[in-house]
């Protein structure tokens, strides 16, 4: 045991230390302010969550983004918003040409929403190198790792932030090691972290107990921690609001809706449009709108009652990606909600799969987690909380594909002995003309 901890001491102590004057971070808390030259995930004086502070005191011009840049990063639907962003050195950057994602409208689902007097759009994350919103945050932290010298990055995940940070070491050339509850996350994305060649480290718990081992193991040893407590990674996460600003001419809609898990993306959220709003790319703010799954929603409740008191729950939903019982950006979400005076509502699993179904059969497609911001949406608009003319925007956090399983369960199902309603099961037939024939009526009358 002691002989293992002194080789990895030895090898983690090992690091240059960086040189890094421009990054400050600074406690949500108590306002301390640290430098943002190592790894950073709480404040080391009361524990708080942190933010990077950039200082943002002077108007930024739209026409600013994407200009000046080295060809790596000119391409980057993150590293195009630099003004916006951490000043890190270019020679530590790693980028997938992440972002760059399209912002959907399809009037069928603006009619599923509620919203066929108003707008909606859905911006779609699962566009991105490893088709989740990660990347975005995942290029900003494993570049700050570079930056300040790790050894080794890590994640607990849920499988998408596994994916992300797999993909992105590689890159970087930096082993990374990650941490997922056994048994609990998709084939796809469990899938996609071998591939990428993360160490991968399978714990008979939840993704709750994997976070909470894996920052016992993060405080105690040099390892380079990339789950939302880290405030670089929530940096990146900011440009899905940039670009979906800037798609629409930064004319600001009435709402963006948006999963919640974790919540480093609601924090991410409320920061990007307070920093819009304070170098004047916009004068008002949206609504956010935080949607979780009827069993994993202890900020709905926290939210309800009146942020009296928060308690944790035992998370258990099909949207794997936001099964989580304790969000680690609780506080920082808060702070969205309240300054964008927003809205907290939940979906139940029938819903968040209904609506998936909805988004898929546009031909648009989204992992269960992603639809709940359509499912949220149609129910606020139900409960009279958004108006039917509002113009809003939906978040599609991830691909189709990252969760097959769940297609194949909802279309295939039984239910009492029948197809669901709307299922598309396919049929088999003999191989020859007159039974291809019959489908061809099925499919053209039927
Ligand atoms: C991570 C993730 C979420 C949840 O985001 P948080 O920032 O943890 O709230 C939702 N959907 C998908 C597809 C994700 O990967
Ligand atoms: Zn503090």
Known sequence: MGAVRDAVMATLGSAEPASLPALVVRCMACGAAFAGDRPLTRCETCGGLLDVDLALDRPVRADAFGVGLPPTLRHSGVWRYRPLLPAL???AIVSRWEGNTPLYEDGRLGEYAGLGAGELRLKHEGHNPTASFKDRG???GVSHARAVG???VACASTGNTSASLASYAAAAGLPALVLIPEGKISGGKLAQTIAYGARVVQIAGDFDQAL???RELTDAYDVYLVNSVNPFRLEG????????LEQLDWQVPDVIALPGGNLGNTAAFGKALAELLAVGLIDRLPKL???QAAGAAPFAAYHAGGYARFEAVVAETIATAIKIGNPASTARARRSIEGTIGL???VTDGEIMDAKAAIDRVGIGCEPASAASLAGLRRLVAEGRI???ARAVGVLTGHVLKDADAVVAYHLADHDGAAREGANRPVSIAATLPALERTLHDALHG
């Open 89 to 91: 050195p270019d020679d």
């Open 138 to 140: 995942m290029t900003v």
């Open 150 to 152: 790790a050894r080794i």
């Open 212 to 214: 909470t081992l894996l």
């Open 237 to 244: 996460q900011k440009t899905i609001v940039f670009e979906m």
């Open 289 to 291: 709108a935080v949607v």
């Open 344 to 346: 907290v509502t939940t």
């Open 387 to 389: 108006a039917p003319d």
